[in-house]
C-alpha cells in the first residue's frame, strides 16, 4: 500500500468531500425517464393509470399533491441522504483509489504508447495507407514531411538525421 494514502486513512487527515450527490442524480433522471415513458405510445396509458392512482391515494392520505412531496420530502431527505453518506463514502473511495490508478496509469501509459504504433502498422496496410520506410513520422507537429537525403548532402564524419536514399 501507498504509504501516503495509509498516513491520510491513520492520522485521520479531514479530506474534501466532493459533491457527487448521486441520489438527487438518480432520483431526477428517473423522473426524466418517467417522463419520456408517458410520451412513448404504448407506455403512455400505463404510466397515466400510474401516476393517476398514485396521486389519487396520495391526495385521500395525505390531502398533498405529488408535486408538494417531491419538494417538501423527498428533495430535501435525499439531499440529506447525500450529504451525510453517499457523498463522503464515494469521496474516501476516489481519494484512496485515485493514487493507486495515477501510479498504474504512469507506468503503463509508456508501454501501450510504445507498443501500440508497433502493434497497429499493420492495419495500415490493410486500409491501403501506406508509408515509406526511409522517412520518419512528424506525429502531432507543425512541421514539414520529412526530407530524404542523399549521401552527398551530409558533411564528412556526420551521421544523417534520417535514413539515406541509395
Do not use: C
Not at 501506406?130 to 513520422?137: G, H, M, R, Y
Not at 530524404?148 to 556526420?158: D, I, N, Q, R, W
Amino acid at each position: 500500500m501507498d504509504p501516503k494514502v495509509d498516513d491520510k486513512i491513520v492520522a485521520g487527515e479531514e479530506t474534501k468531500v466532493d459533491q457527487y450527490d448521486v441520489g438527487q442524480h438518480v432520483y431526477e433522471s428517473s423522473k426524466k425517464l418517467w417522463a419520456f415513458g408517458k410520451g412513448v405510445f404504448f407506455f403512455k396509458p400505463f404510466l397515466n393509470i400510474t401516476e393517476g392512482v398514485a396521486s389519487k391515494l396520495l391526495g385521500l392520505t395525505t390531502g398533498m399533491e405529488l408535486t408538494d412531496v417531491d419538494q417538501k420530502f423527498v428533495k430535501p431527505a435525499l439531499a440529506g441522504l447525500d450529504e451525510s453518506f453517499l457523498n463522503p463514502s464515494i469521496s474516501k473511495v476516489v481519494h484512496v483509489i485515485l493514487p493507486y490508478y495515477m501510479k498504474t496509469d504512469q507506468t503503463i501509459r509508456p508501454i501501450v504508447e510504445e507498443i501500440a504504433p508497433k502493434v497497429l502498422k499493420p492495419l495500415d496496410a490493410l486500409r491501403g495507407e501506406k508509408k515509406d520506410d526511409n522517412e520518419e513520422e512528424t506525429e502531432g507537429k507543425d512541421e514539414k514531411k520529412p526530407t530524404k537525403l542523399t549521401k552527398s548532402a551530409v558533411p564528412e564524419g556526420e551521421k544523417p538525421p534520417v535514413a539515406l536514399v541509395q
